[in-house]
């Protein structure tokens, strides 16, 4: 079982920055791929960012060049650095460790406003 908790989420204007955290209970970075996703009134979940067990990342496209994805080894910690946000990235951020075959594990999401 993995367990994650996101933090670091809240309310921001339109143009401002913030850093979601989500830490995970040990060490499965060489496990598991990292993700984050966010899920808006109405919508489906989206795929937002995603780091591979070797760092490799994708981005959105709706996010490219404004979000960045990283991880902490030591503090079992990733992060998602979100900068000139906008009103349309108001949702619930969550976490995703994934192995690629059965297990598949989500934190309790995170609110993110934008405000315009």
């Known amino acids: 079982q993995v367990h994650l908790v996101e933090s670091g989420g809240g309310l921001v204007q339109a143009g401002g920055s913030l850093r979601l955290s989500c830490a995970a209970s040990g060490s499965i970075f060489s496990r598991f791929v990292m993700g984050w996703y966010r899920r808006a009134p109405g919508n489906q979940h989206e795929l937002v960012a995603s780091m591979t067990r070797d760092g490799s990342l994708n981005y959105a496209d709706s996010v490219k060049g404004r979000f960045t994805i990283s991880r902490d080894n030591a503090k079992n910690t990733v992060y998602l650095q979100m900068s000139s946000l906008k009103p349309e990235d108001t949702a619930v951020y969550y976490c995703?460790?994934?192995?690629?075959?059965?297990?598949?594990?989500w934190g309790q999401g995170t609110q993110v406003t934008v405000s315009s």
């Open positions: 995703n460790a994934n192995d690629g075959r059965v297990l598949n594990f």
